[in-house]
């Protein structure tokens, strides 16, 4: 899980809803999967996370309600392939209907065909000709006159019952791609559904509910309110154990980054500072990074703390602006119980321009050199790693520095995806040294 990118989505929603942000801040560092569509609560329940039980029901019913839309799409499929088959008693009511129409056509035309002879021939009959010969001309035209008359009806008939036929199997086919379209758009919402179950699950499964957010480890950070580009500057960060009892195993986790005009800025968080720490007994800087590596404590005493150095080196190439360094730290004893920092702490800075640069929102780098290591004293009021001070900490509030007004609501947003984003490597991390003890 990449901090980084959640970091963005955060900032995202700290520029756009600033308003919100403040109460919504704490929502950013839940661990915890949303529960499943299937699995909503009530209206007026206070809203619980789900459990393992309920995950595998929900993904067992959008898998049943899958299922049964791939059953509707194939029954869908056959019906307009039977329609297509001359065995199909709508093709088959069509077929005859249009034969009769065309026999009843004939019938009709050869009708007219006698009317028209008889007609002629009572039409040659001399005037003087015997009047039985005129009786049988009159009668034979009459014959012919209904039996043309009762194949025009019967024409008239056939063409409409051949029409309805044709009709009624144009309907059926109209119908049948009508609920195959239907059957197919429901098989697509059901697929988006049952996705969605298994990733509420498969994060489940890896992350898990066991480190619950708590006070018990908390963060302060402290530094300088302003940093030119092209430079390094040191943060203090102090983690501290709140709790009546020693935590077996302590991290910290860190990040900094140099806030964009606005989100639509086509180098929005693009890595313009790396963040380095050290301390009394880790000596060399260790990089930190947005996958997941950690400042690793060790064992942290009943009211103590534990005292590190950040050392932030900004790019000469970085925009001048506001920025933010923020930070977590995550918990696990011996006895399997763990927790996640709920109160990221952050500090905000200004960048100047980079020496030589005239001020401007995105200055011209004046160098790609690194700067030199910046010498620290190291950690202070601490023991070896891994040990820890009885002072406790004073103060977990973050550090005013005179900042951008937007900044405080945007380093909240961010801390609390650094805090989603830490307590799932700190989940997985355990899980897997779990696995490979």
Same mark, same amino acid.
């Given at each position: ?66 299922? &049964? !839309?791939?059953?509707? @799409? =194939?029954? %869908?499929? *056959? /019906?307009? $392939? #039977?329609?297509?088959? +001359? ?48 009786? &049988? !001309?009159?009668?034979? @035209? =009459?014959? %012919?006159? *209904? /039996?043309? $008359? #009762?194949?025009?009806? +019967? ?56 480190? %619950? ?66 301390? %009394? ?65 952050t500090a905000e800075f200004d960048i100047l321009a980079a020496k030589g640069d005239k001020p401007k929102p995105t200055p011209t780098p004046s160098s790609t050199t690194t700067p030199a290591p910046v010498p620290t004293t190291g950690n202070t009021g601490t023991t070896q ?53």
């Amino acid at each position: 899980m990449k901090i980084r990118r959640m970091l963005a989505t955060a900032v995202a929603a700290a520029v756009t809803t600033p308003l919100v942000l403040l109460s919504a801040a704490p929502a950013f560092a839940d661990t915890k999967p949303s529960p499943a569509s299937t699995q909503k609560p009530t209206a007026g329940e206070d809203e619980k996370p789900p459990t393992l039980v309920e995950l595998k029901a929900a993904v067992e019913l959008a898998q049943k309600e899958y299922d &049964a !839309a791939v059953a509707e @799409v =194939a029954k %869908a499929n *056959a /019906a307009i $392939e #039977a329609l297509d088959k +001359a065995d199909h008693p709508l093709v088959v009511a069509a077929s005859n209907a249009k034969k009769a129409a065309e026999a009843a056509a004939a019938a009709k035309t050869a009708a007219d065909t006698e009317l028209a002879k008889a007609e002629e021939a009572r039409e040659k009959l001399a005037e003087d000709a015997p009047d039985e010969e005129k009786q &049988a !001309a009159d009668e034979a @035209v =009459a014959t %012919a006159k *209904a /039996a043309a $008359e #009762a194949a025009t009806t +019967a024409k008239t008939a056939a063409d409409t019952k051949a029409k309805d036929t044709a009709k009624a199997l144009e309907e059926a086919r109209v119908a049948a791609f009508t609920t195959l379209d239907l059957a197919r758009k429901v098989e697509k919402a059901a697929a988006k559904e049952l996705a969605a179950a298994k990733e509420e699950l498969e994060l489940f499964e890896e992350i898990g509910q066991e480190c %619950a957010d708590d006070k018990t480890v908390k963060v302060s950070l402290d530094g300088p309110e302003k940093i030119t580009a092209g430079t390094s500057a040191l943060f203090s960060l102090r983690v501290s154990n709140t709790s009546q009892r020693t935590l077996d195993e302590v991290e910290a986790y860190a990040f900094a980054a140099a806030m964009p005009d606005s989100i639509e800025d086509e180098d929005f968080f693009e890595e313009y500072i790396t963040v380095e720490w050290s301390s %009394a007994d880790v000596l060399e800087w260790t990089p930190l990074s947005d996958d997941g590596n950690a400042i690793e404590i060790g064992e942290l005493l009943k009211g103590g703390h534990y005292d590190v150095k950040l050392r932030l080196t900004v790019a000469p190439k970085t925009p001048a602006g506001p920025g933010v360094v923020f930070a977590m730290g995550a918990y696990e004893n011996n006895d399997g119980s763990c927790g996640i920092g709920e109160e990221p702490g952050t500090a905000e800075f200004d960048i100047l321009a980079a020496k030589g640069d005239k001020p401007k929102p995105t200055p011209t780098p004046s160098s790609t050199t690194t700067p030199a290591p910046v010498p620290t004293t190291g950690n202070t009021g601490t023991t070896q790693q891994g040990g820890s001070s009885s002072t406790p900490v004073t103060d977990g509030n973050l550090a005013a520095t005179g900042s951008n007004d937007a900044l405080p609501m945007i380093g909240l947003a961010a801390a609390g995806a650094v805090a989603l984003g830490a307590g799932a490597v700190f989940v997985a991390r355990r899980r897997k040294a779990g696995s490979q003890a």
